[in-house]
């Protein structure tokens, strides 16, 4: 029932389905730009690095059945006052966590407080303004993994039924969780439950039983939200998840050619379907969620959505660093070969809007909260 609906949310039918609809041109732009604020990671500040063409920022999600309102970063913090929301998985992860702090610093600057691992891969802000934390949590499977190295195995070793205690272990400390994986499931690597191994994807040389990568998102998603829930029921302590959904790159011909994503526009409805892989890795995520939520009535204080956001993702192209992942790569002139970061999002860009609707979800909340208090 689940895989047959597009909508961002299931609960009911009066809810908004913001994922169906389509992107119309907007003069307004966002609210800040690749100078305004510090966090943006190097490779997705498009206009620092010297992206000619600016269209891409002049472009709103219009929901076909509802309105999508503007962000406004003062309501979020509001919501957010005395609180903890941790941004928890891969890459995509620290992307729409960046672009929320962005503009969320549009009002209100927050402090770095802490910073640790490779690229500052954990990281946390304080916006003294609201006595709120944001943080980010690398875990590209939120299972407990292996990842590959230059000096060790070229495959990722997955442990699927335990979840990775990098940020599970400050559980008691968060009041709201985003999670956010997808692309890492992508690489070869092998699967474990318990002590066995359960099989591998693209393992050649190891005598192990390919089996894919599908059936080991859904168990790591399974494990991921049925650990939140027993951990936050188990303390007393409400939790609010919100799972975004799986983000489409936009690669034409091989991956490291100039022009590997050189759209300027959005798709039109219809023009790009959302199929194969991409609605694939979407719905696995979308029906755990579904079913987790059946789960979670018996666990006071735990609300969780998913956030779909593949669909307008998907009609998005022309959002994507390009080959302004590097600065200036064409200064010299077009050379043979020029990588492109066709994955990740510019910021400002699209991937604004998915705070968007975060935000929307946030008021559901807390609009069903509110009446319950009445």
Same mark, same amino acid.
Not at 101 to 111: E, Q, R
Not at 177 to 198: D, K, Q, R, T
Not at 218 to 238: C, P, Q, Y
């Given at each position: ?52 063409? #600016? ?187 919100? #799972? ?29 379907? #959302? ?24 666990? #006071? ?74």
């Amino acid at each position: 029932m689940v895989a047959e609906k597009e909508g961002a949310f299931h609960e009911s039918s009066s809810s908004c389905d913001y994922t169906n609809g389509k992107w119309v041109h907007d003069k307004q732009g966002p609210l800040y730009n690749g100078t305004s604020c510090g966090t943006i990671k190097e490779g997705q500040n498009c206009i620092s690095h010297g992206r000619p063409d #600016l269209g891409f920022l002049q472009w709103r999600w219009k929901p076909t059945q509802c309105s999508l309102p503007r962000f406004d970063p003062n309501t979020f913090l509001q919501l957010i006052r005395n609180k903890h929301i941790a941004f928890v998985g891969d890459s995509m992860a620290r992307n729409q966590l960046e672009s929320l702090l962005c503009m969320l610093a549009s009002v209100s600057p927050p402090n770095l407080i802490y910073k640790n691992g490779e690229d500052n891969k954990f990281r946390r802000w304080h916006f003294p303004s609201h006595n709120t934390n944001v943080s980010v949590y690398w875990s590209p499977f939120l299972v407990h993994g292996i990842e590959k190295s230059n000096n060790g195995p070229n495959h990722n070793k997955l442990y699927l039924d335990r979840v990775d205690e990098r940020w599970a272990s400050d559980l008691d400390k968060i009041d709201q969780v985003v999670l956010s994986i997808g692309h890492w499931f992508l690489h070869p690597a092998v699967y474990f439950e318990g002590n066995s191994v359960l099989g591998c994807h693209y393992c050649p040389g190891l005598n192990h039983t390919e089996i894919g990568f599908y059936d080991v998102l859904r168990k790591a998603v399974k494990t991921t939200l049925k650990t939140i829930m027993e951990r936050s029921g188990a303390k007393g302590k409400g939790i609010d998840v919100v #799972l975004t959904t799986f983000s489409p790159a936009h690669f034409e011909g091989e991956w490291d050619k100039a022009g590997a994503c050189p759209k300027t526009r959005p798709y039109n409805e219809g023009e790009m379907l #959302l199929q194969g892989m991409n609605a694939d890795m979407r719905k696995i995520e979308v029906e755990e969620v579904e079913s987790a939520k059946e789960k979670a009535k018996r666990f #006071l204080g735990f609300r969780l959505e998913a956030l779909d956001v593949t669909k307008l993702s998907l009609m998005r192209p022309d959002g994507h660093p390009g080959p302004y992942m590097h600065p200036f790569p064409f200064a010299n002139g077009v050379t043979e070969r020029v990588q492109n970061d066709c994955v990740h999002w510019c910021l400002p860009g699209p991937i604004d809007t998915w705070n968007e609707i975060l935000l929307e979800v946030m008021k559901k909340w807390d609009q069903g909260q509110s009446r319950k208090e009445e």
